[in-house]
Each structure stands twice: as C-alpha cells, then as structure tokens.
C-alpha cells in the first residue's frame, strides 16, 4: 500500500519508519492516537529542552515556535499525514513557512527549506493493528539538503524515540479504552 506520505514525498532525501502491533480495534488506536496530547508523551519534554538549550549556545536564543505542523491528508481509521515546512537545521534562526492547505504544501518548491511529513497508517494484522509512523523529508535545493543533513544526524536517535514513545503511548492508551 502506498501512504499519502509517499505520494507527497515519493523521493525523500531522509527518511524513518516505526511501528508497532497493538492488540485492539482499529476504533480504538484512531481514537487513541488522536486523542493524545504532549502529556502523554512526558519524556519527550527533555528532547524539546535540550533542542533550546543548543540553540541558546549557538545563537544566543531560544527557537521561536512556527506555524507547527498542518494536517494535509486525514482519513479517520486509516491514516494522518501532518506536514510542515521550514529550516529547521537554523535552531533560532529558522525561518518556517505557514502550510495553511495540501496544495500549498505540495506546491511549495522555494530553495533553501526542507519539507516533512509526519504520518502514521493503521493496518489490521492477525486480528491486531499495526500502526506506523513515517517521518519523510526532502530538501527544496542542494544547499538545503547540505544543511539538513547534519541536523538530520544529531537529531535522528531523539526524533526516532519521541517516534516510538509516541507509539507506545497510543498503545497503552488503546488498551486502556
């Protein structure tokens, strides 16, 4: 099955995938998943803080939060792909685009920025539910790409743990449902 992630990006320049099986309905990891918040997540406070206190270091200040992520494809049960736009590599100087739609997502091709997707796909398997998350990133230029790239190498272990604590918290908030 091809996600709406890799439609959007078909090509990404960097990419992540985690996945667990949980022992529920569908109805319930949906319900799950899009009823969590940052609470249930507490360990990835420390992740965010040690993001700011880098960027205090390097540029004398703390990230501004952007515009965040948008949803640009929703289809309840199955799949959600949140998108944003932005140089997140910058820390406190990055200068993040507003997605505000899917097409203004799909057609923003300005160099110097990277793209990202966001997603997670719920499939049934053996009587369970796997769910996924995808994290897929394409740069809008070669420079942006020599930018990202090293970001993308520190902050990978910590982004593909948020991943996964977030996966473990929709499961135990489905099996507790």
Do not use: C, N
């Not at 667990?20 to 420390?46: C, Y």
């Amino acid at each position: 099955m091809v996600t709406s992630a890799a439609r959007l990006i078909p090509r990404p320049d960097m990419s992540e995938r985690h996945a667990i099986l949980i022992d529920a309905s569908r109805e319930r990891v949906w319900e799950a998943l899009t009823g969590m918040s940052a609470d249930d997540v507490p360990l990835a406070k420390p992740l965010f803080a040690a993001r700011s206190l880098v960027s205090r270091l390097v540029h004398g200040r703390t990230p501004q939060p952007g515009p965040g992520f948008t949803p640009l494809v929703v289809d309840p049960g199955r799949e959600v792909v949140l998108g944003l736009i932005g140089q997140w590599w910058r820390l406190g100087r990055s200068e993040d685009v507003p997605v505000g739609s899917l097409e203004t997502f799909e057609a923003f091709d300005r160099p110097g920025f990277a793209k990202g997707t966001f997603a997670f796909s719920l499939a049934e398997e053996g009587g369970r539910v796997r769910l996924t998350t995808e994290t897929r990133v394409v740069a809008t230029s070669p420079d942006a790409l020599r930018a990202f790239r090293p970001y993308w190498i520190v902050i990978r272990p910590g982004s593909g743990l948020i991943r996964r604590l977030i996966l473990s918290a929709v499961r135990s908030r489905a099996l507790r449902s």
